[in-house]
């Protein structure tokens, strides 16, 4: 079969080697490649094929379909394992891959309209992407942020997502005391400015004014200012 299969390629697998040197063909090579490639699909197609994915393609329908594509279609069947053994089979880096499938698998944990406790929501999230390196949580708390799951929201806050952010999202939630708070944590003196710009704008000013003189932890060059 495999000796069959070989004659459909353009370039021969064993070219006649250049004698005196040690160098490999570049056309043996690009054949080598050629052909372990299809080799890898042609399994990667075989596996598709079984009960429990029911994907069936043609290795031209795969072709056509390209990885991504194919990719988005185990995650919609909520095959998210498959998906990411997939990824990993094709070398695929994690942030186009594996970390892709797991924020999408997120997302559609929080969009499920079965899933009503949101405490329950986030812990599942947090304990399976906390010690994942490189997921975005911005874009999970921005779906969850759409969905109207604030819990939620709250919740991922504190996982691998930048004071910036932290605050923003805490300004849009209308949460001004918890994002000023967290601005003083820091110790960036922009970014208190910036929440204490954002209060102004909503409050009175005699309101303002009161909250200021609440505050102890005010850094001294915003006092001076």
């Known amino acids: 079969a495999a000796l069959f299969g070989r004659s459909f390629l353009s370039l021969k697998l064993n070219p ?24 890898m699909c042609l399994h990667l197609i075989n596996n598709l094929q079984d009960k429990s994915i029911s994907l069936p393609l043609t290795y031209k329908q795969f072709d056509c379909l390209g990885i991504q594509a194919l990719i988005n279609r185990l995650v919609r069947r909520n095959l998210h394992e498959f998906a990411t053994k997939l990824t990993k089979f094709l070398n695929i880096p994690a942030d186009e891959g594996e970390n892709r499938i797991l924020v999408q698998w997120a997302v559609q944990e929080i969009n499920n309209p079965t899933n009503t406790n949101e405490e329950s929501i986030s812990e599942i999230i947090k304990s399976r992407l906390e010690n994942v390196s490189g997921i975005p949580f911005i874009e999970i708390i921005g779906a969850a942020f759409l969905a109207k799951k604030t819990i939620v929201v709250r919740r991922l806050l504190d996982v691998k997502v930048t004071i910036n952010d932290q605050v923003d999202i805490l300004l849009t939630l209308g949460d001004k005391e918890e994002a000023l708070q967290r601005a003083l944590k820091s110790e960036n003196t922009d970014l208190v400015l910036y929440v204490l710009m954002r209060i102004k704008a909503d409050e009175s000013l005699t309101d303002y004014m009161l909250r200021l003189k609440k505050l102890k932890s005010l850094p001294i060059n915003l006092h001076l200012e």
Do not use: A
Not at 25 to 30: G, V
């Open 16 to 39: 006649t080697p250049n004698i005196g040197t040690k160098r490999e063909s570049p056309i043996k090579i690009q054949t080598n490649n050629t052909f372990s490639n299809i080799i």
